[in-house]
């Protein structure tokens, strides 16, 4: 199965990918035109695969398609492990969601992701996959602050987690992106800890055209409980990622 969630994945990249070559406009037409529809696809690298201050894999490659179409948008994102990939299982996010301009500083974002394992396709809705809602406010101000909070209906936790972000341009086409964020996970079971996890990363990034660009840089990632290592006995981690992305 692991095989065909990788070949899924890069079956959809390259039809999307070739599509954006053949079918999209020039910037400046796309814009004239108000078109509202539009993509992107990735193919990102990472050393480790942490999420909220836990660690689910090892290094990883990761393919994603996002679509929106007016305050509307929606994507597939995925972790296929790429080191000791038997001692870890595919993962297939779906997400869908609405950003609302609320005034002209902050912005609301309501969605919902389904997290599904390995047998994504014949088990999408199994009871080892889990779905979680999501509602947040993005603030249009420098650093860009973000509070969102997430419930996992399935894993019976709420999530609360604030963001930042930044770029700032050193050289013509070549820029810096600092990122950094810091949550804290409540589970319903009384039996399980609760945990506070912080993460950041730094990306130097290069715009190849309008809409298409490279990056490679560093992360780093801590949790008030050892669940980061390959054996969940460490609670700092550093590593390495690169990805290449465009659009249309």
């Keep these: ?45 990472d050393g480790k695969y942490v999420f909220r201050g836990v660690q689910l894999a090892e290094a990883i490659f990761s393919p994603a398609v996002s679509l929106s179409y007016g305050n509307v948008y929606g994507g597939l994102w995925f972790a296929v492990p790429a080191q000791n990939a038997d001692d870890y299982v595919n993962e297939m996010d779906v997400n869908l969601g609405y950003m609302y301009q609320a005034t002209d500083l902050l912005k609301i974002d309501v969605g919902v992701t389904r997290y599904a394992y390995d047998e994504i396709v014949d088990d999408f809705m199994d009871n080892n996959n889990s779905i979680e809602g999501y509602i947040g406010v993005n603030a249009d101000t420098i650093l860009a602050p973000a509070l969102y909070v997430y419930r996992d209906f399935d894993l019976e936790n709420l999530t609360f987690e604030a963001k930042i972000g930044h770029s700032i341009e050193v050289a013509n086409k070549l820029s810096v992106a600092i990122a950094a964020n810091a949550g804290y ?64």
């Design 185 to 248: 996970v409540m589970p319903d079971d009384e039996d399980a800890d609760d945990y506070v996890y912080v993460g950041a990363k730094a990306d130097l990034v290069y715009a190849m055209t309008d809409l298409s660009s490279a990056s490679v840089g560093v992360r780093y990632a801590s949790a008030s409980e050892d669940y980061l290592g390959k054996h969940s006995d460490e609670n700092n981690a550093v590593w390495f990622g690169a990805s290449v992305s465009t659009g249309f």
């Design 1 to 45: 199965m692991k095989k065909n969630i990788a070949l899924l994945a890069a079956i959809m990249l390259g039809a999307i990918s070739a599509s954006a070559q053949e079918a999209a406009p020039a910037p400046e037409a796309a814009a004239s035109e108000g078109t509202a529809l539009s993509a992107n696809v990735s193919l990102s690298y």
